[in-house]
């Protein structure tokens, strides 16, 4: 099971930690994904297991946003900066059960449900 949270309502320019805390240990790839209202579901960014310090990270994020873990923890962070309006949507936490990395929502198995971060102008 995993939960996100830390999500919240701020101005451009402000900054988010986003947080995912995992049920249990995970061994896989974990990854961060956001669905705007009326959008599909997007790519943020994905590390190859939780503690990993290689990350792959959309190109609409990069230099904004940054993805660390806690293996002791089992929680993935999701550390926004510098957010925009068009940041604003529901971040969802996921993961998949090896060390892959993709970018495609369709390979990850296990999904939180969401904590909404909106981004006025």
């Known amino acids: 099971q995993l939960v996100e949270s830390g999500g919240g309502l701020l101005q451009a320019g402000n900054s988010l930690k986003l947080t995912c805390t995992a049920s249990?240990?995970?061994?896989?790839?974990m990854g961060w994904f956001r669905q705007a209202p009326e959008k599909g579901r997007e790519f943020v960014g994905a590390?190859?297991?939780?503690?990993?310090?290689?990350?792959l990270l959309a190109n609409s994020v990069k230099g904004r946003f940054t993805i660390s873990g806690d293996n002791a923890k089992n929680m993935l962070y999701l550390e926004m900066h510098n957010l925009e309006p068009e940041d604003t949507a529901v971040y969802y936490c996921?993961?998949?059960?090896?060390?892959?990395?993709?970018?495609?929502?369709?390979?990850?198995?296990?999904w939180g449900k969401g904590t909404l971060v909106t981004v006025s102008s």
């Open positions: 996921a993961a998949r059960p090896d060390a892959k990395l993709s970018t495609s929502s369709d390979d990850y198995i296990y």
């Open positions: 590390v190859p297991w939780i503690s990993s310090q290689s990350t």
């Open positions: 249990e240990r995970t061994r896989g790839a």
